[in-house]
């Protein structure tokens, strides 16, 4: 069915190309914010299209985010023990409050039952996150641009925990992880063989830098669309302290495409990421991935377009743990809105339709300005 409504926007907005403006006619420059996926790089969707020959652009903006997950190794295998085992622990503590149970047992009869402990291999996450970056980006030769993107991170107890639980309570949608983890709490490691991998903490630092190169390939011709090549290279700028990077780089290949229609734009990008393995662990390892984005947009006016966005992630996780080795799929939605006649506010929602590997709730804002 999407596949046919894509088809029928094409044929029904094929023509003259009417309006055509880079300041709102962007696909949704967001990257996937789930805690073990933003150590690593992840190229924006992106437009095509270059900057002129000594003109500069700036993108200044913050994204918040929020999350909570749990997962483990062996017991998830046709099971979600794990999703529920902070339940079972509930119970369990009440029934045996006199202190007959205590944890060492608890976990031996996970020993018992399921021939480890499922503590061997596991991620747990329970974090409000800001993300907040510059990007800069300048045209140094005709139709080549060049971009230096600066990020830093606050991890932090957050604002969205108790309305986002008091969502699914009222809409009915079970979330036992939110019924039972204490609001305003942070929580994220990676373990295995029961020690940590990635262990973050409470704080605001640099996260990684990144710099990319763009080269215009060619510009649209009926049905053949406006063509980039992009290189990429993570600049290891995080705090590995508190689990902002992974204090390696990481490099990055693909092909940005756009077709003007009428009103309608579409953006296409695929690229192909290849992270540098951090982790000295016996079943954490990191893998080449990919990430694949549709973009279609809407130009009401000359100062106001709506985008709808599809987006599929690959994983840089090749582990035990089934969670962290999920490809994500995300759904956006946004509005790019010029405010001024060289800058455009833009406001997007990411929601995460069918995976687990996607924050609960994206919210996004950038503001882009031309300068000659």
């Not at 046919?4 to 094409?10: E, G, L, P, S, T």
């Not at 039972?180 to 490691?189: A, L």
Request: charged residues 20%; contains cysteine.
């Amino acid at each position: 069915m999407p596949s046919k409504i894509f088809i029928v926007f094409f044929l029904f907005g094929f023509g003259q190309n009417i309006f055509s403006d880079a300041l709102i006619e962007r696909p949704i420059e967001n990257r996937n914010l789930y805690l073990p996926f933003l150590l690593f790089l992840e190229p924006y969707p992106t437009t095509p299209k270059t900057l002129e020959k000594g003109k500069m652009s700036i993108d200044s903006g913050m994204a918040i985010s929020n999350m909570i997950d749990n997962n483990n190794a062996p017991v998830d295998y046709g099971s979600n023990y794990s999703t529920y085992k902070p339940l079972y622990w509930s119970y369990y503590s009440k029934e045996y409050a006199d202190g007959s149970l205590t944890p060492n047992t608890y976990y031996l009869s996970e020993l018992l039952t399921y021939g480890r402990l499922e503590q061997q291999s596991h991620v747990r996450i329970d974090a409000e996150i800001q993300r907040f970056h510059t990007k800069l980006s300048y045209g140094l030769f005709k139709n080549f641009e060049i971009g230096l993107d600066i990020s830093a991170l606050s991890y932090n107890t957050g604002i969205f925990d108790r309305p986002i639980t008091g969502f699914h309570r009222t809409v009915g949608i079970p979330y036992p992880l939110r019924d039972i983890y204490s609001d305003n709490q942070f929580g994220f490691h990676i373990t295995d063989n029961m020690k940590y991998v990635v262990k973050g903490k409470l704080g605001t630092s640099l996260g990684d830098s990144v710099l990319d190169a763009k080269w215009k390939l060619r510009e649209q011709n009926g049905w053949l669309p406006t063509l980039a090549w992009i290189n990429s290279v993570k600049i290891p700028t995080g705090n590995t302290n508190l689990s902002m990077g992974t204090g390696k780089p990481d490099l990055a290949t693909g092909i940005s495409s756009k077709w003007n229609f009428d009103y309608y734009f579409v953006f296409v990008n695929l690229f192909g990421i290849i992270p540098s393995d951090p982790f000295n662990s016996r079943e954490i390892h990191v893998k080449p991935f990919a990430a694949l984005s549709s973009t279609l947009g809407y130009t009401f006016t000359e100062k106001f377009s709506v985008v709808g966005q599809f987006e599929i992630k690959g994983s840089p996780y090749h582990s035990a743990i089934r969670l962290l080795n999920q490809t994500a799929v995300l759904l956006s939605f946004g509005l790019n809105w010029k405010v001024f006649p060289s800058c455009a506010l833009r406001v997007n929602f990411t929601e995460d339709p069918i995976t687990r590997s996607v924050p609960d709730v994206s919210v996004q804002t950038s503001l882009l300005c031309l300068k000659e």
